[in-house]
């Protein structure tokens, strides 16, 4: 009897337990149920997806493997993972794109596979299956993926060129035309497009949006990887500074500033295009934070040091070899960048230099540069000078050993020709741009290249390295003229205190300088090389008379005295140091060569130049400008021109006397 007793009770309470059990996996279900019904179209917005992926990357790099009890193999693995994410963190904020698209990978993986993202609720975060409802930076980004996915990085070349996008424009509200791409033309891109997306389409999208908002430089994330010549920020537009001033003068201005009708700094996003500054008014970084956020991080490769008030601006390579210069309040009125990239594909005379004449322009480039001459690449801001350079440097024999000193590196040489004695040095904090110098002369090298004379010491350098520390120099400068080169090089000179006197300055840059290739951006945007100047060193001649020794009176001595004394001031005063003259011109849309080269450099030319190249120069030479005499190396001129010439020596010459 109390067997059963017992045996009653058992079941009872079991049965009680299972019940307690059941009715709260129901009410839990129904909690669980309500609250799903409560889920709105936020648990899905890119705000909510991206504060997800922050905490599980978070967790995932800070996790303690040592207390989860992993065996060995499991804990190598797991400990290679975490190691290979966090460097891809890191190195993902310094413009690599594989350290990118790696975190790119896991965090499409921790959407699909834990945030449970799926096919109805992805449209959530961007609306996909509403165009309507799709706003500019949406439907651009929709484009630039899918212009990716066929074109990679040259997709945004490809659109705007098919678009033909880059062209002058007006904007409502402005007078004048510049070159801009509005949001009104994106969304007529988009209708013509007519995209069809599938799920894994979405997600890389969206994927990328959360991306560039957390790790990655905001709305010019995917624009700043893009085969382009650069991109800008924070440029244009009202700063937060200047609000509290509109306000309290102009209330209208400022509603219209809120409704963003007037540009804010954070609104402004500009790229470098085949020579143009095009704005791109349809991105926005969103709020000036965001623009601050893209500047302290965009700059920040190999450690430059800390961008502070004190040190209102950084310069600074990516890793992709991009230079970036970042500056700040209160050195300049707004937080802004500037990410100038250099093609190193397409660094090739032949791809640069396209337009009618080439041919001849592109022989005496080459020509230039196997003759081992000075030559300074000038041009305004954006002109072609650097890539200019890179591609004559393709010319310089393999056998020479080639030193390059710049500022922040910026021709990368090594990854154009991986093969070549090649090695750059930069200025640092702690070491000066002439003490690397100093070092260059004690590394073997043959060819001295700067990479930008832009400041008085780095004139100092170039005037240096091309007088002892190299067989020839090639370097960029942005004087207008060639008269304007040699004073700007002489004044550095005079500034940095290696000479004191004018003259002697500008003799040493005279007779340094050898050749001027100078870059012109037109107001299309159209880049092509202006000129190619010759310098002239004038050689001082005694010109100085005895003439008094034949005068018998006082007076006429007097008078020969005076006109020696009337010859010396006017050297002392006025001495022409210098001449020049154009070698080559763009004329009506076509290179021509004009003047003749100097004897002096056509002979120096041959005599550093290979059998091969000799032979190729003769015939370039004879072809434009006249026959060479192999022997002499001189051009044969006309014969009435050697008439003359004879009978002038003959009357200069004087009689002999025993």
């Known amino acids: 009897m109390e067997i059963t007793n017992v045996l009653l009770m058992i079941i009872v309470l079991v049965a009680a337990a299972v019940l307690v059990i059941y009715f709260l996996n129901k009410r839990k279900t129904q909690v669980i149920d309500e609250d799903v019904k409560e889920i709105d179209d936020k648990t899905f917005t890119l705000e909510k997806m991206t504060e997800f992926v922050k905490k599980r990357l978070d967790e995932i790099t800070k996790v ?40 790119k990978e896991i965090i499409y993986d921790l959407l699909v596979k834990e945030y449970g993202v799926n096919e109805i609720n992805i ?68 209708e013509k497009e007519a995209l069809l997306l599938n799920f894994n389409d979405k997600v890389n999208i969206v994927v990328q949006r959360i991306y560039q908002h957390y790790k990655g430089y905001s709305s010019i994330d995917e624009v700043r990887d893009m085969n382009i010549d650069g991109v800008s920020g924070g440029v244009s537009g009202l700063p937060e500074s200047f609000l509290s001033q509109v306000a309290q003068t102009d209330g209208d201005y400022l509603g219209q500033v809120m409704e963003r009708k007037v540009p804010r700094a954070c609104d402004s996003i500009w790229i470098f ?45 990516m890793k992709d070899g991009s230079r970036v210069v970042v500056v700040r309040p209160s050195m300049a009125e ?27 322009a592109i022989s005496l480039l080459k020509f230039l540069v196997k003759g081992a001459r000075i030559v300074a690449v000038t041009g305004e801001q954006g002109s072609g000078k650097t890539t200019l350079l890179m591609a004559m440097i393709e010319n310089i024999y393999e056998t020479m050993n080639i030193r390059v000193q710049e500022t922040a590196f910026e021709l990368h040489l090594r990854k154009i020709y991986p093969t070549r004695n090649i090695l750059t040095f930069r200025e640092t904090e ?69 000479f004191s006197n004018e003259k002697t300055a500008e003799e040493q840059v005279v007779q340094v300088l050898n050749f001027n290739v100078h870059m012109v ?16 060193p004038v050689e001082s001649k005694n010109e100085y008379t005895f003439d008094h020794r034949k005068e018998k009176t006082l007076e006429g001595k007097l008078d ?22 154009n070698i080559m011109e763009f004329v009506d849309g076509e290179y021509v060569l004009t003047n003749k080269i100097t ?17 190729e120069f003769d015939h370039f030479v004879e072809e434009n400008w006249g026959k060479v005499n192999i022997k002499s190396n001189r051009i044969i001129e006309d014969k009435t021109e050697k008439k003359e010439e004879k009978q002038k020596a003959k009357r200069g010459r004087k009689p002999k006397t025993l």
Not at 445 to 460: K, L
Not at 599 to 615: K, L
């Open 430 to 498: 702690t070491i000066s741009g002439q003490e690397g110098l100093d070092v260059q002369k004690k590394t073997d090298g043959s060819v001295n290249i700067i990479g930008e004379v832009a400041t008085d010491p780095v004139a100092s350098w170039m005037i240096q390295a091309a007088q002892v520390a190299s067989k020839f120099t090639l370097f960029t400068h942005h004087a207008k003229t060639f008269p304007n080169l040699v004073t700007a090089l002489r004044n550095s000179m005079l500034r940095t205190g290696v």
């Open 599 to 615: 004897d002096y450099n056509i002979n120096e030319m041959r005599n550093n130049m290979d059998d091969t190249d000799v032979e």
């Open 521 to 536: 951006k037109d107001f299309r945007g159209r880049r092509y090389i202006e000129r190619v100047t010759e310098c002239i």
């Open 64 to 103: 303690n493997l040592y207390d989860i009890g992993l065996s060995e193999e499991e804990l190598k693995r797991r400990k290679n993972k975490k190691y290979e994410l966090k460097k891809a963190l890191k190195g993902c904020t310094y413009g690599d794109v594989n350290d990118k698209k790696y975190v």
């Open 123 to 190: 449209s959530k975060a961007i609306p996909f299956d509403l165009p309507s409802l799709l706003t500019a930076q949406d439907k651009f980004d929709i484009l630039i993926y899918s212009y990716k996915k066929e074109f990679g990085y040259e997709a945004l070349t490809q659109m705007i060129k098919k678009y033909n996008l880059a062209v002058l424009k007006y904007v409502a509200g402005e007078t004048k035309p510049s070159y801009v791409i509005t949001s009104d033309e994106i969304s007529d891109i988009y």
């Open 273 to 317: 295009f085949q020579g143009k500054s095009i704005r791109l008014e349809f991105l926005s970084f969103g709020s000036e934070s965001e623009l601050k956020r893209v500047c302290q991080n965009i700059y920040k490769y190999n450690n430059p040091g800390q961008l502070s008030d004190t040190n209102g601006y950084k310069i600074n390579e």
């Open 334 to 360: 707004t937080w802004a960048f500037f990410v100038r990239k250099f093609d190193v594909k397409r660094a090739t005379l032949e791809q640069l230099v396209t337009l009618p004449g080439a041919d001849k």
């Open 560 to 581: 020969k005295f005076i006109d020696n004394a009337t010859n010396y001031f006017t050297k002392i005063t006025d001495q022409e140091l210098y001449q020049y003259r």
